[in-house]
């Protein structure tokens, strides 16, 4: 299942984030634009390659491991770039960055305990609101900057929000379990 489409998307999306941090370096406008271009195509992946996976009947254990991941480096690696080079907020930076970090622990401890915590709604909009964020701080054009900012400052909220309900999801899940395991003759 690795030679399928839906799988090389996904890796594409984390590969992506190699060419976007040598752009953003070179600092310059047209760096920042082409930047934004391949950000933008690898942000469309993510619906792309689970849409792909479903209609090709291709999903596969390696795809839905490796999915979240990619989402989370293509995210987090660009945000940690733009508070180096286009001064983002580091402290919006830095709750993205932790929730998506805890998030990724959370899954693999209840994974070890055979549970799971669902994406939701919520959580897919999350990922979408970061990535408006992240375009709108990539454009290079000063009349967008108060956007940008607005825009990382709203969705390090919404990431923060969206962590505390999967640390909830998480914490009922467990105690489902316990109860379960003690209640067993």
């Not at 316990?178 to 067993?184: K, N």
């Amino acid at each position: 299942m690795m030679a399928s489409l839906p799988n090389f998307l996904t890796i594409a999306r984390m590969v992506a984030l190699v060419p976007i941090v040598v752009l953003l370096i070179d600092g310059d406008p047209w760096a920042r634009w082409a930047a934004l271009a391949i950000f933008c195509a690898a942000a469309a992946t993510d619906a792309l390659d689970g849409w792909l996976a479903r209609r090709m009947n291709a999903r596969s254990t390696l795809g839905r491991v490796l999915d979240p991941i990619a989402d989370k480096v293509l995210v987090c690696g660009v945000i940690v770039v733009l508070t180096a080079t286009l001064d983002a907020p580091a402290v919006a930076a830095l709750v993205i960055v932790i929730r998506e970090l805890f998030v990724c622990g959370l899954r693999e401890s209840l994974a070890a305990s055979s549970l799971t915590v669902d994406v939701t709604a919520f959580s897919k909009f999350k990922t979408v609101l970061q990535c408006a964020a992240i375009a709108l701080v990539l454009i290079p054009d000063p009349a967008f900057a108060t956007a940008g900012l607005v825009a990382m400052w709203l969705a390090a909220l919404v990431t923060a929000l969206s962590g505390l309900l999967h640390g909830r999801a998480a914490w009922r899940a467990l105690t489902a379990q316990r109860r379960s395991l003690s209640e067993e003759p």
